[in-house]
Nanobody, 128 residues
Framework: QVQLAELGGGSVQTGGSLRAPCEAPEFTYSSFTMAWFRQLPGKEREGIAA???????VYADTMKGRVTISNDNAKKTLDLQMNSLKPEDTAMYYCAASSHPIAARIGASSARNLYGFWGKGTQVTVSS
C-alpha cells in the first residue's frame, strides 16, 4: 500500500518556525502532484501548497508568504517550512499526493477531494 508519513510538527511559540518533512519513499515526484494541507479543529481540510509534476510550486492564500514547499528526490521527502507561526495556525498538517497535475487547484475549497493518497497527519501547536 502506498504510504505517506508526516514527521516533524510539534509545539512552538508565536513567531517561531517549524519544518515538517513528509516521507514518501514510493512516490516519483515527476509522476505525482505532492501537497500539504491542514485541518483546524472543527474545520474542513484546506490546502497550503503543492508541487506539480514539473516542479512548479503553487501556494494557497492559507499561509502564503510564510511557508515554503520543497521536495528532495534523493531523500524521497516532501518538506514544508513554516515561519512566523501564529496561534491560529494550530492544526493537524497532512501531506498528500495525486497522479494528476492539479497543483494549481490547491487553493480551491474542493482541493482535498482531488488527492487520493494521504498521510496520517502531524499536530502543530502554536502558543501565544
Amino acid at each position: 500500500q502506498v504510504q505517506l508519513a508526516e514527521l516533524g510538527g510539534g509545539s512552538v511559540q508565536t513567531g517561531g518556525s517549524l519544518r515538517a518533512p513528509c516521507e514518501a519513499p514510493e512516490f516519483t515526484y515527476s509522476s505525482f502532484t505532492m501537497a500539504w494541507f491542514r485541518q483546524l479543529p472543527g474545520k474542513e481540510r484546506e490546502g497550503i501548497a503543492a508541487i506539480d509534476h514539473d516542479g512548479t510550486t503553487v501556494y494557497a492564500d492559507t499561509m502564503k508568504g510564510r511557508v515554503t514547499i520543497s521536495n528532495d528526490n534523493a531523500k524521497k521527502t516532501l518538506d514544508l517550512q513554516m515561519n512566523s507561526l501564529k496561534p491560529e495556525d494550530t492544526a493537524m498538517y497532512y501531506c498528500a499526493a495525486s497522479s494528476h497535475p492539479i497543483a494549481a487547484r490547491i487553493g480551491a475549497s474542493s482541493a482535498r477531494n482531488l488527492y487520493g493518497f494521504w498521510g496520517k497527519g502531524t499536530q502543530v501547536t502554536v502558543s501565544s
